[in-house]
């Protein structure tokens, strides 16, 4: 009989744990399944609340609401943060999800190629309950090279380089920044949709910043340009004039030609990488 009571608690326990992990869940999902070295690891975490009460999930001054943990293939080791985020304070109606958007390169230490797993903990309010995510994945690539030129910027030698790889279903150029001297990477963007019928053009302006143009499809172009941090400065889509179209060096600067503002772009762009800041 007492055996027989100790099982009817241990499911008890059970399908009372059960019912509390279907209180919240946690989904986590990188933007794209490979990223190249040195460029923004974005990824997007959902938070759905099962219950029927509001959800506030907010910070202490000891802890954050939300941890990421990161192991590198071959290591049963955590990756080593270097430093802590600070998330905003953010609200879960009962029924109702909320997404969150986390560029993880500020905060760990990715030097090298490889791949690695994720998962997502959020702490609730008591500050003592957790939920934790799925367990995700993705992979830091170099990619191929493309073009490289040697350039100096604040009294460092540094390598720009044009990297092409594969992003989904398409082929598109990224652009990075190496210091010539350590072999760090120093950042790395996003450039553009690749399609082959065009030879990309590259170029160098004064300021030591790279220019890219290159089709995107067959209607489309993408003109790029990064600075020696390796931050997308500008993004353009364009389409055809008429005539050649190049990149031509005007007065003190670079433009291209043979191409006008596309009034309707087709030449996505790719996700979480839309403006300057996600880098």
Not at 22 to 35: T, Y
Not at 169 to 187: M, P
Not at 216 to 232: A, I
Not at 233 to 244: D, F, M
């Amino acid at each position: 009989m007492k055996h027989i009571i100790t099982l009817i608690m241990m499911l008890l326990c059970l399908f009372t744990a059960g019912q509390a992990s279907a209180h919240v869940d946690v989904r986590l999902q990188p933007v794209r399944g490979e990223f190249l070295l040195g460029e923004g690891v974005t990824v997007k975490l959902r938070i759905t609340n099962h219950s029927d009460t509001v959800l506030v999930l907010d910070n202490t001054p000891d802890r954050q609401w939300l941890h990421f943990t990161l192991t590198r293939s071959g290591s049963s080791q955590p990756l080593a943060p270097k430093a802590t985020p600070s998330f905003k304070r953010i609200t879960v109606n009962p029924g109702s999800s909320h997404e969150v958007v986390v560029n993880l390169r500020p905060y760990f230490y990715f030097n090298t190629v490889g791949s690695f797993k994720i998962v997502a903990t959020v702490r609730m309010p008591d500050m003592q309950t957790t939920y934790s995510s799925n367990r995700a994945s993705f992979t830091l690539s170099n990619g191929g090279s493309v073009r490289s030129f040697a350039v100096q910027s604040g009294g460092r030698h540094l390598r720009m380089n044009v990297k092409i790889m594969r992003a989904g279903e398409k082929d598109c150029l990224f652009g990075q920044v190496v210091n010539a001297e350590s072999g760090a990477v120093i950042g790395a963007c996003y450039l553009g949709q690749f399609l082959n019928f065009m030879e990309p053009r590259i170029m160098i302006d004064r300021k030591q910043n790279l220019h890219v143009l290159c089709q995107s499809t067959p209607t489309y172009f993408t003109y790029s340009v990064m600075g020696t941090d390796g931050s997308r400065r500008s993004y353009q889509v364009l389409s055809r004039t008429g005539g050649p179209v190049d990149l031509i060096t005007a007065g003190n600067g670079i433009k291209a030609i043979g191409l006008t503002p596309a009034s309707k772009p087709k030449a996505d762009d790719l996700p979480g990488i839309h403006t300057t800041s996600d880098r």
